[in-house]
């Protein structure tokens, strides 16, 4: 099945200083990569998704890269705020007729300091 | 259009009871996930239905089940409940059989703690 692996698992940054997460997959099928920000207590939210017939994607100041040779894509933030501090979830999914699932890593505990 | 919603949002049990936790999914949208997240194996998934029919199911003991009604609400049940199944259990949903045209969306999760 598939795998997913995202470092780092901590990122400690300064507000204003950009942020980059990376994930690396292991289903070559794969075609489907969101990524939800979560903050403590609270459910996780999409903040960028990314498809593979496309090989970048920007939302303001967030920004998703996906090499699909390399199997891995990576969330970039720039110009981070205090209110970006959260734990990111990068994930991977395929379709498929047995269904849709998507496999997460580990989750990347992002901290900006003011 | 109203988000996921998940009952009850906290439930206490002890080891060996069973537990049915709900999901209503948004509106119009027919595929209904389940996921259980826990701090040392992070999210997982556990099953997705569609029209009332399971199509996936992750790696989980048979004591995780669940179904779908026929307006797409969905219940998952664990019976003989351990206190490893102390998590946060999280549905999400989408319009259809693919994530790759449609987006799925998650519910604030029902909080289980295991005694």
């Known amino acids: 099945g598939e795998n997913v692996e995202q470092h780092p698992s901590t990122l400690s940054v300064q507000e204003g200083d950009s942020a980059v997460i990376k994930c690396t997959y292991s289903?070559?099928?794969?075609?489907?990569f969101p990524w939800y920000k979560q903050e403590l207590g609270k459910r996780p939210q999409l903040i960028i998704d990314?498809?593979?017939?496309?090989g970048e994607k920007k939302d303001q100041r967030i920004a998703v890269t996906l090499n699909k040779t390399a199997k891995h894509f990576s969330l970039h933030i720039t110009e981070t705020q205090p209110e970006d501090s959260a734990v990111y979830f990068c994930a991977a999914s395929r379709d498929g007729n047995a269904g849709n699932m998507l496999t997460f890593g580990g989750g990347t505990r992002l901290m900006v300091k003011p | 259009k109203a988000g996921v919603t998940q009952t009850p949002r906290y439930l206490i049990k002890t080891r060996g009871q069973q537990v049915t936790l709900s999901c209503s999914p948004i509106s119009g949208h027919r595929s209904v996930s389940w996921y259980q997240q826990t701090p040392g194996q992070g999210l997982q998934f556990l099953f997705e239905y569609f029209s009332e029919t399971q199509r996936n199911k992750g790696n989980f003991p048979g004591r995780f089940s669940g179904r779908q009604f026929s307006n797409s609400r969905s219940e998952m049940n664990v019976s003989t409940l351990e206190l490893g199944d102390s998590a946060l259990y999280l549905c999400a949903s989408s319009p259809g059989l693919s994530f790759f045209r449609d987006t799925q969306y998650f519910g604030p999760g029902t909080r289980l703690t295991v005694l």
């Open positions: 289903d070559s099928a794969s075609n489907y």
């Open positions: 990314i498809r593979s017939n496309v």
